[in-house]
Each structure stands twice: as structure tokens, then as C-alpha cells.
């Protein structure tokens, strides 16, 4: 069964300290896994993708690592900012249809405090 | 930001009231989604488009229908509201891909609508 688990479910960090999220999968065949940022209240916005081959991408303060061999990856936050509170959601997309369909995981729920 | 739009962003009805939740896109994209999302649980789609005419039943069972009679425009409609649909409706779209299996199209999401059922 294809799944998408995160951890850790919620997470509380001081302003302008580091964390990391973790996102293991099980979907297969793989084609690219995404951060999603999703702001209470709004939709869900990409923050990476990253495809097979791909093991770290960076896009500002987030950096995202990709071990297609254990089939996890992580979403590091540096320096965070209180605008940095929303939820974090790892999304998986397959290879077997045309659709691409999207895995989900949970999400895990970030709070900074100042 | 993206341009996909919903609405209302937040509904309040009563038990029986048909319903109908609108979705536009101004990207051109063909493919369009429709998630559900309880507090704390993973997105589930719920039904799909890809492309006018083309309407799909997604992984969750809903009682509600889609329609694509338009590129841009992709609404959900509940015949007979409950309690039960009390949830976040979030629209997405993407853009076609037909050159691969599978897909690197990012999906772009609405605000969603908050709706609650009394």
C-alpha cells in the first residue's frame, strides 16, 4: 500500500532556531517527492521537488534531502521566522498513471514562538 | 501566489441544503482536483478532470459531483448537505503532461472553503 508518514505530528521552536522534519514513503513506482507549505486557512503551497536522482535541494531558508534507497526524506528549516508556523506536508507523486497521482502524509504542524 | 480561486472561503448551511462550491483557474491548465481535508489528516481527493468534459471519482468516496464544462471552471456540488460534509474543500490545478507517465506538474491550490454542516 502506498503511504506517506511524518513526524514528528507537531513541532514548537524558538524564532531563529534550526529543525527538521522527516517524511518516510512507501509508494512506488517513484517519480518526485514535494514539500508543501500549508498556512492555517490556506491552500498548500510547493516549496521543493525532487526527482530519483536529486539527494538536496534548496530554496532560501528550507533545504530538502532526498535517500531514494531507504525512501526517506527530510525538510530542514534554518533560522526560522515566526512566519515559518504553518504545516509542513510531504507529498509523493507515482509513476504509474497519467494522472501522477499525489500521496499525502499527514503533515507535521510547525508553531514558532518569539 | 497562484491564480486559482474559490468560493465562498467559508460556508454555514443546515442539514438538506444543496450546495455548490465554485473553483476557477486563470492558468490555462487542464487537469483539475478536488480534495477534502480534515484538522490534522492528509488531503484525499475526491474527484478529478482532465479536461473539458472529463470528470473522474477520485480515491475517497463522496457524495458529491463535479462538472467541466468550461477549462477554467471545475464546481462541486452537494445535492443534499449533512453533518458528515462538515470538512475543507480544496481545489487544485495542473498543467497536462501527456509526453511522460507520471508527472513533475506541480499542483497549484486554491484557499479552499471551510464548510460546516448543521
Not at chain 1, 524558538?14 to 486557512?41: A, I
Not at chain 1, 509513476?95 to 508553531?111: A, E, H, I, K, P
Not at chain 2, 492528509?42 to 458529491?64: A, F, M, P, Q, R
Amino acid at each position: 500500500k502506498n503511504q506517506v508518514e511524518q513526524s514528528p505530528q507537531s513541532l514548537i521552536i524558538l524564532e531563529g532556531k534550526n529543525c527538521t522534519l522527516q517524511c518516510n514513503y512507501t509508494v512506488s513506482p517513484f517519480s518526485n517527492l514535494r514539500w508543501y507549505k500549508q498556512d492555517t486557512g490556506r491552500g498548500p503551497v510547493s516549496l521543493t521537488i525532487m526527482t530519483f536522482s536529486e539527494n538536496t535541494k534548496s530554496n532560501g531558508r528550507y533545504t530538502a534531502t532526498l535517500d531514494a534507497d531507504t525512501k526517506q526524506s527530510s525538510l530542514h528549516i534554518t533560522a526560522s521566522q515566526l512566519s515559518d508556523s504553518a504545516s509542513y506536508i510531504c507529498v509523493v507523486s507515482d509513476r504509474g498513471s497519467t494522472l501522477g497521482r499525489l500521496y499525502f502524509g499527514r503533515g507535521t504542524q510547525l508553531t514558532v514562538w518569539p | 501566489e497562484a491564480d486559482i480561486y474559490q468560493t465562498p472561503r467559508y460556508l454555514v448551511i443546515g442539514t438538506g441544503k444543496k450546495i455548490t462550491l465554485e473553483c476557477s483557474q486563470t492558468m490555462g491548465h487542464d487537469k483539475m482536483y478536488w480534495y477534502q481535508q480534515d484538522p490534522g489528516m492528509e488531503l484525499h481527493l475526491i474527484h478529478y478532470s482532465y479536461g473539458v468534459n472529463s470528470t473522474e471519482k477520485g480515491d475517497l468516496s463522496s457524495e458529491s459531483t463535479v462538472s467541466r464544462i468550461r477549462t477554467e471552471h471545475f464546481p462541486l456540488t452537494l445535492e443534499s448537505a449533512r453533518p458528515s460534509h462538515t470538512s475543507q474543500y480544496l481545489c487544485a490545478s495542473s498543467e497536462w503532461n501527456s509526453g511522460s507517465s507520471g508527472s513533475n506538474n506541480e499542483q497549484f491550490f486554491g484557499p479552499g472553503t471551510r464548510l460546516t454542516v448543521l
